[in-house]
């Protein structure tokens, strides 16, 4: 007579098994909670864009209104009927232009030291310190323009530049990103592998001829990414430019006038006592949108640097 014999799992597979079900379980929580996220995110961009989008027609409907007009003239005074969104974009791309001025070579050359000569014990004083200026507020910046920056210019330009003027606005907003350009540069020159600098140093490249001719270039990707990103920050800066560079729509690129960006209108009229679907209000979200799609066209050709060099170089 045969006995049947049954095997029965050990104590421990029973655990690992239940603990695989657990782990499973977390991870496809986890994976729906970041689904959720990214959905969220997706949906909060649609508002934004149909917010701006529907009030922005109310705008372009007023028969006052057209759109050769707003794209082509270049005098903005809503309150006499002229609307010519140039007199505002011309104001923001000279400040923006200063402004990367002063952060690209800057914030580049910091990148080079702090990746390819700093010790470990001089980046761990540096590296705060450039943090400290990413967290001041920009009202702070702001008023460090006009009351400093300001009378420094007129002592060596003299009375040609003005009180608000759009030189020193975009002095200080270059030093305001300069702390973004320089960690985003350096993350990128990081990445750079050290074969490269090894192979340099190999065939007779002193360190800042590999910094500059093999490294930034193979990591010319996530700096031209850094470019991009910090001219969205110059444009999308509000408070600097509203302390420091005036509130006179005019159309020019002389950077000691004082001009008017588009975010330093949208911030002075909306603190105004303006009425629901004026002409007033609704340009507000015109403006608006108009600094939307500037600043998506800006990522996307962030993106698409990014995607065009980081292929040259895999």
């Known amino acids: 007579m045969e006995l049947e014999v049954k095997s029965v799992a050990p104590p421990t597979t029973f655990r690992l098994m239940n603990l695989q079900k657990k782990m499973r379980f977390k991870e496809q929580a986890i994976e729906g909670v970041l689904f959720l996220v990214g959905v969220l995110t997706i949906f909060i961009t649609l508002s934004i864009v149909f917010?701006?989008?529907n009030e922005a027609l109310l705008f372009f409907e007023d028969p006052e209104v057209t759109l050769a007009e707003f794209l082509g003239s270049t005098k903005w005074a809503p309150a006499i009927g002229e609307f010519g969104i140039w007199a505002l974009v011309s104001a923001t791309l000279t400040t923006s232009v200063i402004a990367l001025a002063v952060a690209v070579p800057l914030g580049l050359s910091a990148a080079?030291?702090?990746s390819e000569y700093a010790s470990l014990r001089v980046r761990s004083?540096?590296?705060p310190i450039l943090e400290i200026l990413a967290g001041i507020p920009t009202v702070v910046y702001g008023y460090f323009a006009l009351m400093f920056v300001t009378p420094l210019l007129r002592s060596v330009v003299g009375n040609q530049i003005g009180v608000y003027?759009?030189?020193?606005?975009?002095l200080v907003m270059g030093i305001m990103i300069?702390?973004?350009m320089s960690s985003m540069s350096e993350d990128a020159l990081n990445a750079v592998p050290n074969s490269l600098r090894e192979a340099a140093y190999a065939l007779g490249s002193t360190r800042f001829e590999a910094a500059l001719q093999v490294v930034v270039p193979a990591a010319f990707s996530g700096i031209g990414a850094a470019i991009i990103v910090g001219v969205s920050r110059a444009v999308g800066e509000t408070m600097i430019v509203a302390i420091a560079s005036g509130a006179t729509s005019k159309?020019?690129?002389n950077p000691l006038e004082a001009a008017e960006t588009m975010t330093?209108?949208?911030a002075r009229i909306s603190g105004g006592d303006l009425s629901y679907n004026s002409i007033d209000y609704n340009?507000?979200?015109a403006i608006a949108l108009m600094l939307f799609l500037v600043t998506l066209v800006l990522n996307l050709l962030s993106q698409w640097i990014v995607k065009r060099f980081r292929e040259q170089y895999e």
């Open 51 to 53: 917010v701006l989008g």
């Open 112 to 114: 080079i030291y702090l």
């Open 125 to 127: 004083i540096l590296k």
């Open 165 to 170: 003027n759009m030189l020193s606005a975009g």
């Open 178 to 180: 300069l702390p973004l």
């Open 251 to 253: 159309f020019t690129f």
């Open 264 to 266: 330093a209108h949208i």
């Open 283 to 285: 340009s507000l979200f």
